[in-house]
C-alpha cells in the first residue's frame, strides 16, 4: 500500500517549488484558449477549456468529466473517495473568464501568457485560470493524494452569473456533498500576506427607464418648458448619493462598521487607480464602504453620444444601476427598496420603469470550525505569516448555494488573485509566488486534514 504518512512542510515547500515550471506551462495552455462564455463565437474555445481542465484534473489522479448545464457551459467535476469516515473537500474554481476587451489597451496579447516584471500577465492568468493551475500543483505535489476525499468542481461561467452551475448544484445536490468547501476565486489583501475572505455582498442588477415626451423636440423652440428625460434620470440618480459620496436609497441603513483586517487608504487609492487630487468617497474606511454597507453603481446610461449630438430634448433615456449590499441585508428587499426610491425621487412625475434583474445573496463565513483552523495554520506555514480576514466588494453566489444544500460544510475563500492582478481589466497578471504559496497552502491543509480526522 502506498505511504499515508502526511509528508513534510519542507518536502511538499520543495515539490511545489519543483512543480513551477510545469505550472507555467499549464497557465500558458489555459490562457490560450479564451473562454469566454458570454461571447457566442467562443463557445468551441470554452469546450476546449473544460476539456483541458478534464484532462488535467484527471492526470493529477482525479478522474474528472464534462457536464453540460442549462446554460450551455460546461462543467469539470472531479471525485475520489476518501477511505471510510474520512473527511470530504471540495476544491472549487472556474475556468470561463471575462472578454479581453480592446486589445490596443494591453501590453501584450490577451490570450498568450507573457512575463513581464516578474509578472505572468494574460486574460485568466489570475481569475480564475491562475487558481485552477494552483489547485492543481497542490495536487500534483502530493501524489500520492492524502486520505481524505477530494471533490474538484470548475466551473464555466461564473463571469456570466453561475446559472449553469447553480441549477446543476439545486438539482444533483449529491455532487457538492463536503465536510470543507475551498472557494479558490478570491485573494490576499496584497501580496505575500495570507488572507482569507470571510465576508461577500450581494447584489442586485436593476435598470430604470424615464419617458417624458412622444418624440425628441428642438432644444431651442421647447428647451425650458418641455421635461428633459435625461434630465430627470440624472436628478433621480443624483438621489441616491449624498455629498459625501454615501449611498442614500431610502430604506436602507448605510453606517455599518467593518470588524477585520483594514484597508489603508492609501493602498486602497492605488489598488483602485484614484487619480491624485481626486477624494475616495464615503465617511466610512475603506474597509466599511466596499465590504460592509451598501453601494450603488451606475455601470451604464442609454443616452445620445456627444459626437453628433442633435440640438435637441431627450424624450426618453435609461440606466443600469449596481447594487452591493453586504451581509445581513436581503438583496431583493433592497433592490425593492432602490426601486421604491427611484420612483418616488425621480421629478416632474416623468413615466419610469423599474425592472429588477438577477440578485445574488452576500454571504458571511463561520470561522470557528475545524476546518477553517487547519486551514488557517497550513497558510500561515505557507507564508511565514499571521493570516488576516478581509471581506469582498464582489459577490460570488454560489457560496450562498453551496451553504444551503451542504448546511454541514465549513465554506472558505481564498486563491491567487490580489489588487495588482488588475482582474476583469485590461493587463491582468498574476505573481507567480501566489501561485506557489496558494498551491503550498492547499497542499498543507489536504495532508493535515486527511491525517487528523
Request: overall charge negative; aromatic content about 4%; proline content about 8%.
Amino acid at each position: 500500500m502506498p505511504d499515508q504518512r502526511a509528508p513534510t512542510f519542507s518536502a511538499l515547500s520543495k515539490r511545489v517549488t519543483g512543480l513551477m515550471t510545469r505550472a507555467h506551462s499549464d497557465l500558458a495552455d489555459v490562457v490560450a484558449l479564451p473562454s469566454v462564455h458570454v461571447d457566442p463565437a467562443k463557445r468551441d474555445d470554452c469546450r476546449a477549456s473544460a476539456a483541458w481542465v478534464r484532462g488535467a484534473f484527471s492526470d493529477a489522479g482525479v478522474d474528472s468529466l464534462v457536464m453540460d448545464t442549462v446554460d450551455g457551459s460546461q462543467t469539470v467535476l472531479g471525485f475520489v473517495p476518501g477511505p471510510a469516515g474520512a473527511p470530504t473537500v471540495l476544491l472549487y474554481s472556474h475556468h470561463d473568464v471575462q472578454p479581453s476587451g480592446p486589445e490596443e489597451l494591453w501590453e501584450s496579447t490577451p490570450f498568450s501568457l507573457t512575463e513581464r516584471d516578474g509578472r505572468w500577465f494574460g486574460r485568466g492568468a489570475s481569475d480564475c485560470k491562475g487558481n485552477v493551475v494552483a489547485i492543481l500543483t497542490a495536487l500534483r505535489a502530493l501524489d500520492p493524494l492524502p486520505p481524505v476525499g477530494i471533490r474538484i468542481v470548475i466551473e464555466g461561467s461564473e463571469e456570466a452569473g453561475g446559472e449553469g452551475l447553480e441549477h446543476l448544484a439545486r438539482t444533483r445536490p449529491e455532487l457538492f456533498q463536503a465536510d470543507m468547501i475551498l472557494i479558490c476565486d478570491t485573494g490576499n489583501v496584497a501580496p505575500g500576506i495570507p488572507t482569507l475572505t470571510t465576508s461577500l455582498r450581494g447584489m442586485a442588477a436593476v435598470k430604470v427607464s424615464v419617458e417624458t415626451l412622444a418624440s425628441e423636440v428642438h432644444s431651442g423652440q421647447f428647451g425650458g418648458g418641455a421635461p428633459d428625460a435625461l434630465a430627470a434620470l440624472i436628478a433621480g440618480l443624483a438621489t441616491l448619493r449624498d455629498a459625501d459620496g454615501n449611498t442614500t436609497i431610502d430604506g436602507l441603513t448605510s453606517d455599518q462598521a467593518w470588524p477585520g483586517t483594514p484597508y489603508d487608504p492609501k493602498q486602497f487609492r492605488a489598488d483602485s487607480t484614484t487619480l491624485d487630487g481626486v477624494d475616495l468617497i464615503g465617511s466610512g474606511t475603506p474597509a466599511e464602504m466596499v465590504w460592509a454597507r451598501p453601494a450603488v453603481t451606475v455601470i451604464g446610461i442609454d443616452a445620445p453620444p456627444t459626437a453628433g449630438a442633435p440640438a435637441a430634448i431627450n424624450p426618453r433615456a435609461a440606466a443600469q444601476l449596481n447594487l452591493r449590499v453586504p451581509p445581513g441585508m436581503n438583496p431583493d428587499d433592497a433592490a425593492a427598496a432602490l426601486e421604491k426610491h427611484l420612483l418616488k425621487h425621480i421629478p416632474w412625475h416623468a413615466r419610469v420603469d423599474v425592472e429588477i434583474g438577477a440578485t445574488g445573496a452576500p454571504f458571511s463565513a463561520d470561522t470557528s470550525g475545524p476546518g477553517y483552523t487547519a486551514l488557517t495554520k497550513a497558510m500561515a506555514k505557507a507564508y511565514g505569516k499571521r493570516v488576516v480576514h478581509s471581506g469582498q466588494g464582489g459577490s460570488i453566489p454560489l457560496c450562498t448555494v453551496l451553504a444551503e444544500i451542504c448546511p454541514q460544510a465549513e465554506i472558505a475563500l481564498l486563491g491567487v488573485e490580489e489588487p495588482a492582478c488588475r482582474i476583469h481589466a485590461p493587463n491582468e497578471s498574476v505573481d507567480p509566488d501566489e501561485i506557489s504559496k496558494t498551491a503550498l497552502s492547499l497542499a498543507l491543509f489536504l495532508s493535515k486534514y486527511g491525517a487528523q480526522n
